[in-house]
Structure formats: C-alpha cells, structure tokens
C-alpha cells in the first residue's frame, strides 16, 4: 500500500520536473553558459580587430581593468548614482506610497496616473530629460541662468541621470512600499494612537517596523536594478564628462572597442560587485528578518 | 465642525494628489508639446507649443527604418512574451500546487536571474550568438527576452495560483466535472487574469529593452524600435532630430501607457504580490 | 437514494500516519449522520474519502451496494457542500447551481425549471443573477445547498458548512438543513466539530477521535449513555463534572461525600474495577436544595455544601462553578464542579450553597482506559 502511494508522489514530482524544465532550461541556457563562457574569455587577449593575437594571458586582464582609472571613476559614479537614488526613491516613494494609500479624493486617478513612468520605455523618458535640459531647447535649461549647459558637465550631469532614474523608478517602489502599507493591520494603528501615540510616532513606531521586510525587498531590488543603470546614461551623456556606468563602460569596450577580453573581464567584474551586494543585503535581511517573523 | 475639518484635509489631500499628477504628467506632456513642435519652434525653449504640426509624425512614418523598429518591437516583443508566459505558466503551476524537490531551487535561480546584470550577459552572448548565427536576428534578441520576462511570470503567477481556492477544485469534481472539465471550465477562468497580468508585465520588460537591443543587433533586420530611435539623425543630415526623437518616443510610449492605465489594476497587484509575500 | 456503507475503511499517508483506522459504518438510506470529533481526528478524511476526493488506503466503501472505491467522484452520485461553500467566483447564482446540470448535458429547459425549483425551495429566486462576490455568508451558504440538492443526488455529503457563519445565521441555518433534509429524505453524512450541531440536527452520531471511531448512537444515547470519558467529556455543553473517587466497600468515597451503593455502582464492581476511578456527573444531576426539586427514583438524594465562585445567569437558567474542599482536608483539591441550576435558585458568589443531586445519575470511568465502567456493553 506504501508503495502505490509513492508512487503517487514519484508521479507528482515528475510532472513537476516536466513542467519546469523548459524554464529552468531557458533560464541557466542563456545565463549560466555565457557567464562561464565570459570567465573564460576574461583570462584571454581576445580583440575582435586582431583575433590573430588571440591566446591566454592570465589574470592579464583583470589587472589591465584594476589598474584604469576609467574603471574606477566607473564604479564609483555607479555607486554614487545608486546610493543615491534609491535613497531618494525610498523617501520620495514612501510618501508617494502614503498619498496613493490614504487618499481622500481621486485614489484611482492617483493609483492609475502614477503608473506612466513606470509604463514608459527608459529611453524615450532619458530623450526627454535630455531636450528638458538642453539649452535653446529645454523648459527646465530655460530656467537657469543663461550659457549654462548642465549636461556637458561632471555634476551637473551626474544630477540630471539620478533625476531621470529616480523620476523613472519611484512608481515602482511606491507600489511596492504600497503593499507593505496594505500590511500593517488598521486596529494596530488605532490601538496605538489610543495609547496616545500621534501621527508620526504611529508611522516609525507601528508602521515602519512593520513595513521593514518589505522595505528591505524593494530596497535591494532597487540596488541592483538602479547599479546595472545603462539607458538614461547612454541617451544623456554616453559617458562623456567622467558620467561613465560600469555598464557603459563595458559596454564601450565590447562594441565600440570591440574588445572581448577586457569587455568579458569587465562583466564578470560587475557580477561579482552585484554578487556582493546582493550577498550584504541578505545577510542584513536574514539578521533581520527572525525577530520580524516571530512577531507575526 | 467636523464638516470643516474633513473638508480641509480633503483640500490637503487634493493638493496632494495634484503633486502627484504633475509629477507623472509633466514629463511626458513635455515630449508630447516637443514632439508638435514645429522645426522653427523646436529650439525656443517654451513648455507650450505656440503651434502644431504633425510633421514629425509624418516624417518618422515616413522612415522606413523607424517603421522596421516598430515591426520588430512588436514582433520580438509578442513571441517573447508569449514564450515567456506559457513556459512560465507550466512552472509557476508547478510551484504553486505540486511537491517536488527543486522547487526552491527554480524560485532561486529566477530571482537570481531577476537580480542579474545584462550587461554580463551582452558580452559573452554577443560571442556566442554570433557563433551560432543569431546576431542580428528575431531569436538572437527573443532568448534573452524570454530569459528575463521569466523570473517576473513565474513569481507573479506562482502568488496568483497560489491565491485561487483549490477547493473549487474538489467542488467541481463533486458537480460531475471530469478532471479535464474541472480545469478548463472552473480553473483556466479564474486563472485566466492572473495570466494576462503576468503577459502584460512580460511584454513591458521585452518592449523597455535597450541594452541586449543594440549590442546584439547591427542593422534594422532586428534592431528594435528604443535601438532605432537612438540611430536617428532627422530628415536631411543638417536637421536636428529633436521633433523626430520626440514623436518616436511619444509613438513608442503611448501604446504601452495606455495599456498600462487600462490594466491599472492587475499590474499593481502583479507588481507587488512578490513582495508581500517577502 | 442510497445506503453507504464503510467497511473497515483506513487511510494511510505516505509518512505512514493513520488518519482514519478501520472505519464501520451502515448509512441507512434517508439517514443524517453527524460526524463529529476535535480537529484532526479524521473526520474530514472520512468524508473525503466517501466523496472519492481522496483515496481509500484499506477496506471498502459501499454506495447502493456496490464497490465505488475505485470510482471518480462524479461517478458516485453524491453532491457535497464544502467549508468555504466553494462557489465559483465567475458565475452567477444561476450558473453556479446549474453546473452540475451542465455536466450532465441537461437540457436547458428542464435545466431552468430545476434551477428556479430550488431556488425556490432556498428562497434565491431575487438573487440568481447575482455573482458570490455580491451575496451575503448565509446567502452564499444557501447557493451551496443548491448546487448540492439540484441534481437530486443520492447522498449529501457536507463539510462543517455553517461554521463560517455567524452564531445566529448558524442556528437558522440549522433549521432550515434539518427540514430540508426531512423534506428531501436524503442520505445525508455531516461534518462537524461543534457538538452542539451534532447532537440538534442528526439521527445518529458517529464521534470519532485520532482517526478512531469512539461511539455511534443517537445524541441522547451518546448523551445519557457514554462509552467512555472522551465522548463523556466532548458531550454536553458545559461539559460533564469529572471528580477523582475511590470504590469501597462502603460505597463510593468522593469529593462530595460518601455515595452508598447504587444499582450502577454494584454493576461496576461487577467488572472488577480498579479503587481509583473516575466519577462523571452532568451539571443538571445538580438542585439547590432550597428549591423545590424532582422526585428522586430509587436512591435518595445525596447533599453537600461547597464555596459557590461564580454564577453565570444565562436567565432560564444557572451555571453555578463550585470549589470544592479536599476530602479528607491537607489532600489536593479536586478542582471545580460546575452545576446547572434553576434561575429562580437565590444562590450568590461568594458564599456556600449546599446541593443535592441523584446518585443514580453516577458514571464511573476507568482511569487508565477511560471506559465507562457503569455501561455495560
């Protein structure tokens, strides 16, 4: 009797295998043979121009890569870039989250009209920041002083991609901060102002730590959303006046410079630095997260 | 006095809510004035087009290469999504309703996966899609598509199925309804929105693409629409594709804006079901 | 119309754990039987395998005389009302009670006749265009019962269908499966874990506990005449007292004094019984004395005072909660004793009450076994 009954789960489980199979398939065919392709490339010289003097070099590459100063301006404008948007995405979309949330009037309207820059392609919205802050063209150039040009220069340019990133991406949080909102239960917050707690007591005190698991979700998915940034900094500056992502610059050395070794070297760099922040993340969640579940 | 005071914070609100509308408005009204904007007035700097022209309209129509874009977005766009879906559909199932071992293990590597950054991905890909003769073609850019839609269709639809009663299930086999019956007639309706969110956010990542877009594609055989319009140079080589760049980006807005407000509903709970579930 | 008949059925999981063990039991056609037992004792199990939602382990299940373990729910002609009602949410009331009509491939007219029939019958007929999402619980429970009655099936098989009602719908909807269920003489097999429920609606209890039949009987039976200290204990609302004793050959020593032996008492050392035993008296063997009370048959009536704690007016009557002293004073208390007494009883917290009670009305239970020892099978 035992064994029919396994034989029910073998079953189940080999419908289960059949039925994931072509995701996984698709998924691990398409990433996980060119990253390891991409190792193998990055301990190559391999330059499309002259393939002739293809042949290993060893950590060759690495220490070409670690030694650029463009690599590094790179990373450090990307984890600028990061750091700074999500910041401001987080309160920017928290109190977005709130409004769309608590709304007295037009919660629809609110709910359905924040979800335009979300819908939009991130490259029409970068060719729209770009002309905004063109000087002659744009209305927001137009309301600075005269002979400025913000985009050909490093911090200017530099504010203009994180204000194009954070005007593209705070929807997301938002909704996502939303449904965080959506969890703290309504007797919770009444019990609380009850004991006398006011409006903003009640947000850090109840509904904050409430919110923190999701908080910490839509915290590093952004992070490593907003550090693969590409679109708004190829349309606004392609990287000119030291404005560089590390996916620019990647980017540049396989197509433009048609440099295989170093464009793969550069790329297994970038999964790593990825790897490493999503690895502090979880280890913040995990350190994190019991006590939140335990309450529950 | 009550009547006052809840008068008054609806003001507040209301002002609030006004915020949030120019926030999401203003942007995009800006490509759309710019984008009726006659060539003369392209370069005066004003919010408001002092007069309309549908020439650049006209002119990007009138671009072949736009056009081709626009197939391929369409084209590209739809059989990854479609791909991405029905695979993900079958996993998702999976997931929600059946043990195995390995089911943490695909909800692992798609998040993995949604955590990626393409542009590790662009250069090996590039290598081996023009090894394999993909470069520059429908498939070439329609297995990354796929690859990237999945993670998204796979968690929302696994919290979709998740939600639906199965008791509805047992319910429709005790009514009479054969397996097959109890599928097609009670679970496919009630699933059927929770795939259709699933497409839509599916085909929004596909359609948003740039990157894979214009490193894996070298001429409009296959280049997408967002590819082409950063190839635009206007209508002669001295005019300043400004108006152009603007109508393309108004052309390649619109349609998904509109789908986005029309499924306003299913796109946040799809967007969100993934992270209160944590 | 049908009888059931369950044949040693059991139910095996894959960890190897016991949901239900040789399950007997005869369904007479037209019958309403009630199981009941706590949460996990394999009730729900029992149902599902007689609806053919889950498979029968061992044993066999009869429907009308013939083997169905094997068959497909739909293949057994039985209709079931779940927990959740489970109405589609896609469909109107209409829709959703003529599904089953739909898998049969009725045709429409008679299909339409049949659902205005018993949306009749439910009182419905307003709401058939409506979707669940738009109905209140005890409307929605009601769509359920028409889905389950419009085929005119030979069995209903229902699933704890009112506890997500609240208290009063439930006691309506009570009445109403009860007079239904008269009125269809359908066989009829009810799931629930509200001994309440089961003692007003059923013809006969099945009261099970981890998987094990305890007792079948009628309510009053299972009431007055328990096999055991689990069904004693589960029911009656309050539950039955139960009071340490020890059998001498005085008599009966007890919290409340010395019983002489009664007819019951003799019978139970018949058996042999341990010294320690078990006494079980329901909280209506109980009557203030300085009320009038009932003629006792037999044996005389037996009086005590204890300290009263608490008193629950319930306003027909009393529910008086009782502590009682140590016999012989230093032992450990035997703990509370609840009675249920007349309203017009003056008795007030605080102070001491003295009672009498029928001493015939004495259950003993085995300690270690449980088994009534005053109910000889």
């Known amino acids: ?296 | 006095m009550a009547g006052r005071a809840g008068s008054s914070r609806r003001v507040r609100w209301a002002l609030a809510d006004l915020l949030v509308l120019l926030y999401a408005l203003v942007p995009v009204l800006w490509l759309v004035s710019l984008s009726v904007k006659t060539p003369a007035a392209v370069a005066d700097g004003s919010f408001v087009p002092s007069e309309w022209t549908w020439r650049n309209y006209r002119s990007i129509f009138g671009d072949g290469d736009f056009l081709r874009g626009l197939v391929n977005s369409i084209g590209i766009g739809l059989i990854s999504t479609l791909v991405a879906v029905v695979i993900g559909t079958m996993a998702a199932y999976a997931v929600a309703r059946l043990r195995f071992p390995g089911r943490s293990a695909i909800l692992g590597v798609s998040l993995l996966i949604a955590m990626f950054p393409q542009i590790s991905l662009v250069t090996p890909l590039f290598q081996i899609e023009r090894a394999l003769g993909l470069f520059n073609t429908w498939p070439g850019l329609i297995l990354p598509y796929v690859t990237f839609a999945l993670p998204l269709t796979i968690y929302t639809l696994s919290n979709f199925f998740q939600e639906i009663p199965w008791e509805l299930e047992k319910a429709a086999k005790m009514d009479g309804a054969t397996p097959l019956q109890a599928f097609c007639l009670v679970i496919v309706p009630l699933a059927a929105p929770g795939v259709v969110t699933a497409a839509i956010l599916a085909f929004i990542v596909c359609w948003n693409d740039f990157l894979f877009a214009i490193s894996l594609t070298s001429s409009s055989t296959a280049r997408t629409a967002p590819a082409a319009i950063s190839y635009f140079t206007g209508a002669s080589q001295f005019e300043d594709p400004t108006g152009s760049i603007a109508a393309a980006a108004v052309v390649i807005t619109v349609p998904i804006v509109l789908f986005v407000l029309f499924f306003q509903r299913r796109i946040v709970s799809g967007l969100t079901s993934g992270a209160v579930k944590g | 119309m049908a009888e059931i008949v369950l044949d040693g059925v059991t139910k095996r999981f894959s960890d190897g754990t016991v949901a239900v063990r040789e399950f007997d039991l005869t369904i007479a056609d037209g019958e309403f039987v009630i199981l009941v037992g706590p949460s996990g004792c394999g009730k729900s199990t029992t149902l599902n395998m007689i609806a053919g939602l889950e498979d029968i382990t061992d044993g066999e299940l009869r429907i009308g005389g013939e083997r169905v373990n094997e068959r497909a729910p739909k293949d057994r002609d039985i209709a079931m009302v779940f927990q959740s009602y489970a109405l589609y949410p896609h469909m109107t009331v209409r829709q959703n009670i003529g599904f089953p009509l739909r898998l049969a491939g009725t045709d429409k007219a008679r299909a339409n006749a049949k659902i205005e029939e018993t949306a009749g019958i439910l009182d419905l007929s307003d709401l058939l265009d409506r979707r669940p999402a738009n109905l209140s619980g005890g409307q929605r429970q009601r769509v359920a019962m028409g889905r389950a009655i419009v085929r005119d099936p030979s069995a209903f098989l229902m699933d704890e269908p009112l506890s997500n009602l609240d208290a009063r719908l439930r006691v309506q909807m009570r009445t109403m499966i009860s007079r239904l269920q008269n009125r269809l003489g359908t066989t009829t097999v009810y799931v629930t874990h509200d001994q309440t429920e089961a003692m007003t609606l059923g013809d006969r209890i099945v009261l099970m506990k981890d998987g094990v039949v305890q007792q079948t009987g009628a309510p009053e039976d299972l009431y007055a005449r328990p096999h055991n200290l689990f069904v004693a204990g589960f029911i009656g609302s309050p539950a039955m007292n139960l009071l340490p004793a020890e059998l001498t050959s005085e008599g009966l020593r007890t919290p409340l004094g010395l019983v002489p032996p009664t007819p019951r008492i003799t019978a139970a050392l018949r058996s042999d019984p341990p010294r320690e035993v078990v006494m079980g008296l329901r909280p209506e063997a109980f009557a203030d004395t300085r009320l009038p009370r009932p003629v006792a048959d037999g044996a005389a009536r037996l009086a005590f005072t204890a300290r009263t704690d608490i008193v629950e007016s319930l306003g027909a009557e009393k529910y008086v909660y009782l502590d009682l002293s140590p016999e012989p004073p230093g032992a450990p208390a035997p703990g509370q004793l609840v009675a249920r007494l007349d309203a017009a009883s003056p008795v007030r917290e605080g102070e001491p009450l003295e009672l009498d009670y029928d001493p015939t009305q004495i259950h003993l239970f085995h300690p270690e076994t449980g088994v009534n020892l005053t109910e000889s099978r």
Not at chain 1, 59 to 80: E, I, K
Not at chain 1, 137 to 147: E, N, Y
Not at chain 1, 183 to 194: F, I
């Open chain 1, 1 to 296: 009797m035992r064994r029919a009954l396994s034989a029910g789960e073998r079953s189940e489980r080999r419908l289960a295998w059949w039925l994931c199979a072509p995701a996984a398939l698709v998924m691990v065919l398409v990433t996980a043979w060119p990253v390891l392709y991409s190792v193998l490339l990055s301990f190559q010289r391999y330059d499309l121009r002259f393939p002739g003097r293809r042949e290993w070099i060893g950590p060759d590459n690495y220490a070409t890569v670690l030694g650029s100063g463009f690599w590094w301006s790179a990373v450090w404008v990307t984890l600028l870039v990061t750091v700074v948007s999500v910041l401001i995405e987080l309160v920017l979309g928290m109190a977005l989250a709130v409004v769309m949330y608590r709304t007295l009037v037009g919660r629809g309207l609110v709910r359905t009209v924040v979800l335009i820059p979300y819908g939009i392609v991130t490259v029409a919205a970068a060719f729209g920041w770009k002309y905004a802050w063109t000087p002659g063209t744009g209305w927001l150039a137009g309301l600075l002083p005269p002979g400025q040009a913000p985009l050909t220069e490093h911090w200017p340019a530099i504010a203009i991609i994180i204000l194009a990133e954070v005007w593209k991406t705070t929807p997301f949080m938002a909704l996502l901060l939303m449904a965080g909102l959506a969890l703290v239960p309504e007797d919770a917050l009444k019990a609380a102002a009850m004991d006398g707690a006011n409006a903003w007591q009640r947000f850090r005190m109840i509904t904050l730590p409430l919110m923190r698991p999701v908080i910490l979700a839509a915290l590093l998915f952004r992070t490593l959303d907003a550090f693969r940034i590409f679109d708004d900094v190829y349309v606004l500056t392609n990287g000119a006046q030291g404005t560089s992502s590390v996916s620019i610059i990647a980017y540049h050395n396989l197509i433009g410079g048609l440099n295989l070794g170093i464009g793969s070297t550069m790329s297994v760099l970038i999964f790593l630095i990825t790897a490493l922040i999503a690895f502090f993340f979880v280890a913040g969640l995990g350190a994190g997260s019991p006590a939140g579940k335990e309450r529950r």
